[in-house]
């Protein structure tokens, strides 16, 4: 929103904050906002560790997909141990709640660092103590969580997160419910992960995976004809107009998987002249096909899911109207029982906002 906004701006904007909503795309480490980097700075300088140069990670104009793997670096070199990652997981679900969303589906690659002592299953256990904090705290806000399979590692490293994520899905009470494949889209070829997916999707976990983050139409289209594809995250470059294929719009069109937009990430890391140029046009405007709005992170990128609902106003006309049935048609698109399902759907009958 410019700070010309007019009345009517405002308007809309507390429409959207007040609306409730669900956020399906959202990396742990992408979600810290300034005050919780600062936090973490002050823990590792409570700890004598060395201070680190963060000055980089509040730079948010456009960036290159490399530029934004680089402040994930800064991140990472904040997060080495149990005590931040619990910090950084408990902040985050505590602003997503007060920014109106009440289902959201966190994803995080586990990590090990030797120097602290923290383990893949340490980091996995900080991030639920974290959530189960915020449901003692009562915080208004259903959390799951997916592990990452980052794509610059192993078959093996995936093997390792498609097992623990196994683990934890029988032993979380329900919050681990998934795996994600993530990471440079530009490093190693995704398609020798099929077989650890499959083997996920065995066991009864769902997939998100990142595809045509960048135009590779061959991985895109393998990946989706090989593995049960739950959800795509991104899907910048799925359609012939932007290089993809029609083979892949129709092997998404026929299965209906739903793509996790992130209007404000994709407009900063691929420079989209506007947002009217963004494939949430061509997918839920001319196709009406299932689209979640998403943030990718709100922090690193500057916005909020509130904030994704009033460009989607702004860019494309839809109404309120609109908004409130996209926000209630992502129900259907979460990683959950049918039981928490319904329980959303009567919480947005409730909670529904003038219109």
Request: glycine share 4%; with cysteine; proline share 3%.
């Given at each position: ?7 009517e ?11 409730p909503k ?10 810290i906002?300034?005050?919780t980097?600062r ?8 700890k ?16 290159t997909?490399d ?51 923290m383990?893949?299953?340490s ?11 915020c449901?003692?705290?009562?915080v208004?806000i259903?959390?799951?969580?997916l592990?990452?399979?980052d ?22 009470g329900?919050v681990v419910?998934?795996?994600?494949l993530?990471g ?9 992960f ?27 289209l ?9 959800r795509?995250?991104?899907?910048v ?6 290089g993809?294929?029609q ?17 404000s ?8 002249p ?9 997918w839920h ?17 500057e ?7 009033y ?19 992502s129900?259907?698109h ?9 329980a959303?759907r009567?919480r947005?009958?409730?909670?529904a906002?003038?219109?």
């Amino acid at each position: 929103m410019s700070e010309m906004a007019t009345a009517e701006d405002l308007k809309l904007m507390q429409f959207c904050r007040s609306l409730p909503k669900i956020e399906l795309h959202a990396h742990i480490n992408a979600c810290i906002s300034t005050s919780t980097v600062r936090k973490l700075v002050r823990l590792k300088e409570a700890k004598g560790e060395p201070c680190l140069d963060v000055s980089k990670y509040f730079v948010t104009e456009h960036i290159t997909l490399d530029e934004l793997f680089q402040k994930f670096k800064i991140i990472h070199a904040l997060n080495t141990s149990v005590e931040s990652m619990f910090l950084t997981t408990y902040e985050t679900i505590r602003e997503m709640a007060a920014d109106g969303v009440r289902y959201a589906e966190l994803r995080s690659t586990p990590r090990a660092d030797a120097a602290t002592g923290m383990t893949k299953r340490s980091y996995v256990d900080a991030v639920l103590a974290a959530v189960r904090k915020c449901e003692q705290e009562n915080v208004d806000i259903v959390v799951k969580l997916l592990l990452s399979i980052d794509r610059r590692g192993s078959v093996a490293d995936a093997a390792d997160t498609v097992r623990l994520a196994t683990q934890y899905a029988a032993s979380s009470g329900g919050v681990v419910v998934g795996v994600d494949l993530s990471g440079d889209p530009a490093v190693n070829d995704a398609r020798v992960f099929i077989p650890v997916l499959r083997e996920a999707s065995a066991a009864g976990l769902k997939l998100s995976l990142h595809l045509a983050e960048v135009v590779n139409n061959e991985e895109t289209l393998e990946l989706l004809r090989c593995v049960r594809v739950d959800r795509i995250g991104h899907g910048v470059f799925l359609h012939p107009e932007v290089g993809g294929s029609q083979a892949i719009v129709d092997c998404v069109r026929s299965n209906r998987t739903p793509i996790e937009c992130c209007l404000s990430s994709n407009e900063k890391c691929y420079s989209l002249p506007h947002l009217q140029d963004h494939h949430f046009v061509y997918w839920h405007i001319e196709n009406k096909h299932p689209c979640i709005p998403c943030t990718d992170g709100g922090a690193i990128f500057e916005t909020s899911l509130s904030r994704e609902y009033y460009l989607l106003a702004e860019h494309y006309g839809l109404t309120r109207r609109q908004l409130y049935d996209i926000s209630l048609r992502s129900i259907d698109h979460a990683f959950t029982d049918e039981t928490t399902r319904d329980a959303l759907r009567r919480r947005w009958q409730l909670e529904a906002p003038s219109l």
